[in-house]
């Protein structure tokens, strides 16, 4: 038996290993979700509403089939939360309908039509003077999403507790409470400076008062880049002189008087070109030593006041 045929049992082993460790890891998850599905109906059975949805709710995390999603659906209705049953009723709506189960689709998708006319829902406002980089908004410990912080959004009839965060701001925080077919809409003031990492605020402002070197070296950096810049057309001046010229006043036994006189012309340009360019970028070159190292003085301005950001009376409104 060589290597090849060697390897070759080996990532089959592999594979068969693999699978029956996933398909075994599969009937595990959906025996614990059976098992939760069954004490749910159990709970319900005996009157424990609250208990029987989170056992449904959990079933649902592990296997989130019809007959799950439909049960826990029915128990966050009866336990008041309609929010959640309308977001159950609207993934069995789903779920069913790729499934082809129609009667079950059709039971969802009126239960999200009744459910919709009485949904309370939450607007968190926050105008662009206060929205800090890095705030985020949590809402009974769940951090919201962009979306949820920019419209309306369905929200569980009852109290929930709103923080916003941000760096180096104090947290802010209120309750809600939020009513049957009502819209509660809450405005985030602007967070204060968070007390235990007090923002620096300067006592006087450092004006920098420029060297007369500074103002020297820009002027000769300007006027080494103008010279520069002409240097460079005169070569270009030159080189198209020169090159006309013997186009059309040369041949190969010589060129005529008018050529000759056109070629040191184009000699002429080009020296000059040599020259101003090269002196040009060293004026430049001088200009950008000074400004780079003339010194810098601080002068002293009045005492700058304090930011006057408001300071928050109170975690409600």
Same mark, same amino acid.
């Given at each position: 038996?060589?290597?090849?045929?060697?390897?070759?049992?080996?990532?089959?082993?592999?594979?068969?290993?693999?699978?029956?460790?996933?398909?075994?890891?599969?009937?595990?998850?959906?025996?614990?979700?059976?098992?939760?599905?069954?004490?749910?109906?159990?709970?319900?059975?005996?009157?424990?509403?609250?208990?029987?949805?989170?056992?449904?709710?959990?079933?649902?995390?592990?296997?989130?089939?019809?007959?799950?999603?439909?049960?826990?659906?029915?128990?966050?209705?009866?336990?008041?939360?309609?929010?959640?049953?309308?977001?159950?009723?609207?993934?069995?709506?789903?779920?069913?309908?790729?499934?082809?189960?129609?009667?079950?689709?059709?039971?969802?998708?009126?239960?999200?039509?009744?459910?919709?006319?009485?949904?309370?829902?939450?607007?968190?406002?926050?105008?662009?003077?206060?929205?800090?980089?890095?705030?985020?908004?949590?809402?009974?410990?769940?951090?919201?999403?962009?979306?949820?912080?920019?419209?309306?959004?369905?929200?569980?009839?009852?109290?929930?507790?709103?923080?916003?965060?941000?760096?180096?701001?104090?947290?802010?925080?209120? *309750?809600?409470?939020?009513?049957?077919? +009502? %819209?509660?809409?809450?405005?985030?003031? /602007? $967070? =204060? !400076?968070?007390? #235990?990492?007090?923002?620096?605020?300067?006592?006087?402002?450092?004006?920098?008062?420029?060297?007369?070197?500074?103002?020297?070296?820009?002027?000769?950096?300007?006027?080494?880049?103008?010279?520069?810049?002409?240097?460079?057309?005169?070569?270009?001046?030159?080189?198209?002189?020169?090159?006309?010229?013997?186009?059309?006043?040369?041949?190969?036994?010589?060129?005529?008087?008018?050529?000759?006189?056109?070629?040191?012309?184009?000699?002429?340009?080009?020296?000059?070109?040599?020259?101003? *360019?090269?002196?040009?970028?060293?004026? +430049? %070159?001088?200009?950008?030593?000074?400004? /780079? $190292? =003339? !010194?810098?003085? #601080?002068?002293?301005?009045?005492?700058?006041?304090?930011?006057?950001?408001?300071?928050?009376?109170?975690?409600?409104?």
């Amino acid at each position: 038996m060589n290597l090849r045929t060697l390897a070759s049992i080996a990532a089959l082993t592999t594979s068969v290993l693999g699978a029956s460790v996933a398909y075994a890891d599969d009937a595990s998850q959906a025996a614990l979700a059976e098992k939760l599905f069954r004490d749910g109906r159990t709970l319900l059975s005996e009157g424990k509403l609250r208990e029987a949805c989170e056992s449904f709710g959990e079933s649902k995390r592990l296997d989130a089939s019809p007959g799950t999603l439909l049960n826990l659906a029915k128990c966050l209705e009866e336990l008041g939360r309609t929010a959640s049953a309308w977001a159950a009723y609207r993934e069995l709506e789903t779920r069913a309908t790729r499934l082809g189960q129609d009667a079950r689709a059709s039971f969802a998708r009126q239960k999200v039509g009744e459910l919709e006319r009485r949904l309370a829902t939450l607007e968190i406002r926050i105008t662009p003077a206060h929205r800090i980089p890095g705030l985020t908004v949590e809402c009974d410990d769940a951090v919201l999403g962009a979306a949820a912080v920019s419209g309306r959004v369905p929200i569980d009839p009852g109290p929930h507790k709103l923080i916003v965060r941000a760096p180096g701001r104090e947290p802010w925080s209120t *309750t809600v409470q939020a009513a049957a077919s +009502a %819209a509660t809409v809450i405005d985030v003031p /602007l $967070l =204060a !400076p968070d007390a #235990a990492q007090p923002e620096v605020t300067p006592t006087t402002s450092a004006k920098a008062a420029s060297s007369p070197l500074r103002g020297i070296g820009i002027v000769l950096a300007v006027v080494g880049g103008v010279a520069t810049v002409t240097g460079l057309g005169f070569g270009v001046g030159a080189k198209i002189t020169d090159d006309g010229a013997r186009r059309d006043a040369c041949i190969d036994t010589g060129c005529t008087a008018d050529g000759l006189a056109r070629i040191h012309r184009a000699d002429d340009l080009a020296t000059v070109s040599t020259v101003v *360019t090269i002196g040009g970028l060293s004026v +430049a %070159a001088v200009g950008v030593v000074l400004w /780079l $190292l =003339a !010194p810098v003085r #601080a002068d002293s301005g009045p005492r700058a006041s304090s930011l006057g950001l408001p300071q928050l009376a109170g975690g409600t409104f």
